[in-house]
C-alpha cells in the first residue's frame, strides 16, 4: 500500500470504533495526511479535516477504511465516497470484514479507473507450507500470555528504539493495524490452517545477518480459540528472541470468562518448548508489561518484582520504553 | 453425503493415486456399490466394475471421486462422466483440489437438476472461534509423532472395536479420506486459522456421558508446516483419552529432511502439557505403531520394549488390533 494515507472515519459512532486508525496515526504520523469525517461521525483522529478532493490535490495515494463498523456491511453514503477517492486517484485499504471486491459498484469502479483496493484482512497471495529451514538474519517475536496484551505495540517499540540507535531492523505485520503501519504484511489468523508457519516464512525472509525481523505476534498459546494461530507464528518466525507481553490487571482470557490466565513463567516455558523446535538457540530476552490498569507506583513495583523474578528485563513499552531490552540483546 | 457410493476411478495412472478410494473400500465396503474405470486406468479397488447407469439402478446415491490427478484440474472426459452420474440422479463428491462448482458445466448441471457438490477438501460452513467450555460425553484424540503415522486408521479401529463392544462411539473425521468413511466431517487443515479449535468444537458436540468422539487427529505438534493444526485439534478435541501413534522406521519428519523426529515420551509430554489447557483430565491411553515396514519379529520386539518403557498397551491397529487400548479406557 502506498502512503501518504487519507483517513476515512465516515460516522463512526465512537473512538473505540477507530481504533485501527488510531493505531495508524500513533505510528506513523507521518503517512497520515488528513482525516474525512461525516456529520455524525464521533470519532477524531487528532489530525487535520480535509475533503477527497483536497486530500488527491496534496499527494494521498491510498483512502484507508481503518475503522469497525457494525453489521458488516457498507452503507450506500460510503460507497459513494470509495468512488469518489478512486476518481480522484487513491487505492482503497480497508480494514472491515467485507471485501471491497463483493461490492459491485466498488469493483467496477477499481477496474474502471485501474486502482488497487486491499483488504487487509483477507490474505490473498498462495502462500506455501512451512519448511522449518532456518534462514539467516536476527527475528524477535512478540508473544502473549493472552490476546490484546501489548505485543503489536511492543514489537513497534522495539523496531524504533533499533532504528534510533543504527540497527537494520523491520517490524512484520500480522494483523490488520500492524499491516496499514507497516504498509505491507499477512493477517495470519486469516490464512488456511495449513499454511501458518508458512505465511510466517514468507513474511519474514532470509535477510542480513546483522538484520532483525521484529514480527508481531497473535493470540497466546493459551488461548484455546487461538493457539493454533500462535503455535504456526511461532515455528515459522524461528524466533532467536523472545518478549512476553502481559496485562496484569486481566482476570480471564480475552472473551472466556472460565479461562485463567496462564503463570508467567509456565507461558514462558511452553513457548520456548516449541519454539526450539525450529530454533534450538530461542530465548527471552525481557516482558513488556501494559502497567496502564496500575497506579504509577504500583507499575513499577510490579516491573521490579518480575525482573526479580524471571531475571530480565521487564518493561512497560509505552511508558519506560523498552531501552533495557534491547541492551539486553 | 448419501451412500450407496459408486466409487469413480477415471483413468487413475497408479494404485497411489486412489489410495483415498481404497480407504473408503477397506473400511466402508458395504458403502460401495462398484468402481467406474476407464480404459488406461491402472488402479482397482477390488470391487465389481459397473457402468454410471448401472449403478443408478442400483441405488447409488453418491458419485465419488476419491483419486489424486496431477495437474489440479478434470480432463474433459471425466466432467462428461460426472454429468452423466447427475443426470442419472446422484450427488457428486470429490477430494480433488479443484472445486467441482468452479467447472461451469458441472456447476449448471448440478443446479439444473437439484444435485449436491461435496468438496471434502473445502469446508463451506460458517466456523465459530473455539470456547473451550467442557462439554459432556467422553472423546478419544489419535495424535502423532508425525504425519501419515496412522492416526485415521487407528481411530477407525478403536470405533469398530468400541462398537463391537456394544459401546456407543462415533468416528469424527478431520481429513479428506475420513470425512468420505464418515459420510461427514470438516477437513480441519482447510478451515481459516482462526476456527481451528472451533471446527472441532462443532464437528464433536456434547453427547451422553457414555459416548465416546473418536476425533482423527492430523499432523504433529512436532512438525514445523502443520503442527498449530495439531494443536488447535488438540484444545477444540478437549480430549479425555489420547492414543500417540507412530512409525518406527522413519528417518526425519515427513517432507522435511532437514528434521528430525521426536522421541516419543517427548511428544507424549508436549500433547500432554497443551491438552491440559481445555481438559485437565487428559491421558495417554495407549500407543499405536505401524509396524508394516518391519518384521513380525522386529515389530513384536519393538512393542513389547515400547510397553515396558512407556507403561502402556502398545499395538498395531492393523496387525495386531487395538483391544488392549479399548480394556485399558
Not at 532483525?212 to 493457539?227: K, R, T, Y
Not at 513463567?265 to 520456548?272: D, F, G, Q, R
Not at 497506579?295 to 531475571?311: H, I
Request: contains cysteine; glycine residues 10%.
Amino acid at each position: 500500500m502506498e502512503h501518504p494515507y487519507l483517513m476515512y472515519l465516515g460516522d463512526v459512532p465512537d473512538q473505540l470504533g477507530a481504533k485501527t486508525a488510531k493505531g495508524i496515526v500513533d505510528w506513523r504520523p507521518e503517512w497520515c495526511l488528513g482525516q474525512v469525517r461525516l456529520a455524525d461521525c464521533k470519532a477524531d483522529l487528532g489530525i487535520q479535516d480535509i475533503s477527497i478532493a483536497e486530500a488527491a490535490k496534496n499527494g494521498a495515494k491510498t483512502m484507508v477504511i481503518g475503522i469497525v463498523n457494525s453489521g458488516g456491511f457498507l452503507p450506500e453514503h460510503w460507497v459513494r465516497d470509495i468512488i469518489e477517492a478512486m476518481e480522484a486517484g487513491m487505492d482503497i485499504a480497508s480494514g472491515l470484514h467485507i471485501r471491497l471486491g463483493s461490492i459491485s459498484e466498488v469493483k467496477e469502479a477499481a477496474e474502471r479507473l485501474g486502482r488497487n483496493l486491499f483488504d487487509v484482512r483477507h490474505p490473498t497471495q498462495d502462500l506455501p507450507t512451512g519448511k522449518g529451514t532456518p534462514r539467516s538474519g536476527k527475528r524477535l517475536l512478540a508473544v502473549g500470555t493472552d490476546c490484546s496484551v501489548g505485543k503489536m505495540y511492543t514489537a513497534l517499540a522495539v523496531e524504533k528504539e533499533m532504528k534510533k540507535r543504527g540497527m537494520k531492523a523491520d517490524f512484520r505485520a500480522t494483523g490488520q493495524t500492524g499491516i496499514f503501519i507497516a504498509g505491507t504484511g499477512i493477517s495470519i489468523d486469516a490464512v488456511v490452517a495449513d499454511f501458518i508457519s508458512g505465511a510466517v516464512e514468507v513474511l519474514s525472509p532470509a535477510n542480513d545477518e546483522d538484520h532483525w525481523d521484529i514480527i508481531e505476534g497473535q493470540g497466546s498459546l493459551f488461548h484455546p480459540s487461538f493457539a493454533g494461530v500462535s503455535l504456526g507464528l511461532l515455528h515459522g518466525s524461528q524466533a532467536d528472541a523472545l518478549i512476553l507481553c502481559h496485562e496484569p490487571t486481566r482476570t480471564h482470557m480475552r472473551g472466556l470468562p472460565h479461562q485463567p490466565l496462564p503463570d508467567l513463567k509456565e507461558c514462558m516455558e511452553l513457548n520456548l518448548t516449541t519454539a526450539r523446535l525450529t530454533n534450538k538457540d530461542a530465548k527471552f530476552v525481557g516482558v513488556s508489561v501494559n502497567t496502564s490498569g496500575l497506579s504509577v507506583a504500583e507499575g513499577d513495583a510490579l516491573l521490579k518484582k518480575l525482573e526479580d523474578e524471571l531475571g530480565l528485563p521487564c518493561v512497560d513499552a509505552f511508558r519506560t520504553g523498552v531501552a533495557p531490552i534491547i541492551d539486553n540483546l
